[in-house]
């Protein structure tokens, strides 16, 4: 038995009555007790508390740096624990860009920009399923977030990018195309206020209290990942509150499969391996409601040709408007390119084998950063071809059908219209004609969990009596509502710093 799937049993029915006292378990869900009741009256607070701090905050991505950073700089003594080696999770990896609506860079190139069209964008994509004040909560504070991003943290982002759903370009993109470029400004300015970052600590479960109230948590010191029985236990206790910032669950294929049953090893993630649930499951056992787990994302610009996140994504997400998607075994267009990820996605899935996108030399010239070229290009992923024939060549593309697609395309391009799909054809695009060419083929990766805990636009998280928990919030990809069926790219970080600087801003106002 694999370590995923022993961890898998601790969240059966059988053990979850056991933990939350059986037949009171069963009266909580019938709406006779709330759960936090039911798990606080044999979960237990430690004699001995091994370590004590205000504001507890789990997870060290973007939430939950700024979690803890609102909370210092709010007085309360912050701590951050990371179960992983390293700090960082998702967000040290993304691609850097920060959507956000209505800003000085947005002006300055001349785009229109509201956080009223960025709520609507949402929505759309998001199928309506958005619990829409948490929506207008991050669409609606994603000007000033960015602008705490670089102002109080001093990260910097150079260059405004656009994202499939969105209708203008509002992606705010860091100075090194990378989302290192704002956690390792907030790891410094931690260090500068002394917020303590504890990493290999692994959360195993919430100490609730007599009260009902989440006093602290069980964790483990000196946790190696992903050996469970590593490390030694410790009980860390939060005065005031804990702040749940863990991720998402991409990597648990027996967690994902469980709300999606299509998604098995087949697919691989753009995430980090640590992204596999396990507190979200936590917070559930102490009676945090769960919501949409069965809205799970796959990123439709990932290649094949290389592991995880990879660069091809940085190169596919430039050229849509630019350059056309190909079906090679059809020669044909086959989807909008500038559609929203699930659109993408579930359109390649069902062609069932990689795809192919393009783009010449002023496309790529204009709109692909050179660092991620150059990577794609020495690892394989990219490729580059002097002529049209020989990129149809590479990728076994009938070359006559080929041509008549690319030709049609280009008149598309010229009419700045597409009436076959209605992509968003750009006013600075041009024909796919000026060589060298450049190609690289997708297959999609679970790359987002939209579902997670029920959290209110003050960050609390919801039990099963509708009511908040006390001492819990939460921020980022743990929680679930935000995006609906579909996040927008480039919201992930709105998301993250907006109910981040919420969470711990309310945390700290708890009464100790």
């Known amino acids: 038995m694999t370590d995923r799937e022993e961890r898998s049993k601790k969240v059966t029915r059988r053990n979850f009555l056991k933990a939350t006292g059986g037949a009171a378990a069963l009266g909580m869900l019938g709406g006779i007790v709330g759960p936090t009741e039911a798990f606080a009256a044999t979960a237990g607070v430690p ?8 504001v507890l905050v789990v997870g060290s991505g973007f939430a939950g740096f700024a979690a803890a950073l609102e909370a210092k700089s709010a007085g309360a003594d912050a701590v951050i624990i990371e179960k992983m080696p390293l700090y960082g999770g998702n967000s040290i990896i993304n691609g850097g860009d920060f959507g956000a609506a209505g800003t000085q860079m ?4 001349g785009v229109e920009d509201s956080p009223e069209l960025m709520l609507k964008d949402m929505l759309k994509a998001g199928a309506y399923l958005n619990h829409v004040e948490l929506a207008k909560t991050v669409a609606y504070g994603s000007k000033d ?36 470029g704002l956690i390792g400004k907030m ?72 709300h999606d049953p299509r998604l098995t090893d087949r697919f691989d993630s753009t995430n980090h391996s640590g992204a ?20 799970i994302q796959l990123g439709p610009w990932t290649s094949p040709d290389e592991k995880g996140f990879g660069v091809v994504p940085l190169f596919c997400e430039r050229l849509v ?31 069932g084998h990689p795809v192919v996108i393009l783009g010449d030399s002023y496309a790529v010239q204009k709109q692909v950063v050179p660092a991620a070229l150059e990577k794609g290009l020495a690892n394989g992923a990219i490729k580059k071809f002097d002529t049209l024939e020989a990129l149809a060549r590479a990728y076994d593309i009938a070359f006559g059908p080929f041509m008549e697609e690319i030709n049609k395309w280009n ?43 029920v959290i209110n636009k003050e960050a609390q998280v919801i039990g099963f009596d509708m009511k908040p ?43 100790a």
Request: glycine share 10%.
């Open 47 to 54: 004699k001995k508390w091994d370590q004590t701090c205000d």
């Open 187 to 258: 790891m410094s300015k931690s260090k500068e206020l002394g917020i303590k970052v504890m990493l290999r600590t692994k959360m195993v479960r919430f100490v609730v209290d007599k009260n009902g109230r989440i006093a602290g948590i069980e964790a483990r010191t000196g946790y190696s990942f992903p050996d469970e029985k590593s490390g030694k236990p410790a009980f860390i206790r939060a005065r005031k509150a804990v702040v749940l910032t863990s991720g998402g669950f991409s990597y648990d294929v027996a967690l994902r499969q469980v």
């Open 106 to 109: 947005q002006k300055e190139m």
């Open 411 to 453: 008149s598309y391009v010229e009419k700045k219209k597409d009436p076959e799909f209605d992509c968003m054809i750009f006013p600075d695009a041009r024909p796919t004609a000026a060589p060298p060419f450049y190609a690289a083929r997708l297959w999609p990766r679970v790359h987002h969990t939209m579902g997670g805990l």
């Open 145 to 180: 977030a960015l602008e705490w991003s670089t102002n109080f943290c001093g990260a910097k982002f150079t260059r405004l990018n656009f994202h499939g759903g969105h209708s203008v370009r509002r992606s705010h993109q860091t100075e090194n195309a990378s989302g290192s």
């Open 469 to 511: 928990i006390k001492g819990l919030y939460a921020a980022g990809e743990v929680t679930g509502g935000v995006h609906g069926a579909v996040r927008l790219g480039s919201v992930a970080m709105a998301d993250c710093v907006v109910f981040g600087r919420i969470a711990g801003t309310n945390a700290a106002k708890e009464k």
């Open 321 to 351: 408007g630019f350059g056309p998607m190909l079906n090679p075994a059809t020669a044909k267009r086959f989807i909008k390119e500038t559609g929203d990820r699930k659109v993408r996605a579930d359109a390649i899935v069902l062609i």
């Open 276 to 295: 596999t649930g396990e507190a979200l499951l936590a917070a559930c056992q102490a009676g945090a409601m769960d919501v949409q787990m069965d809205w």
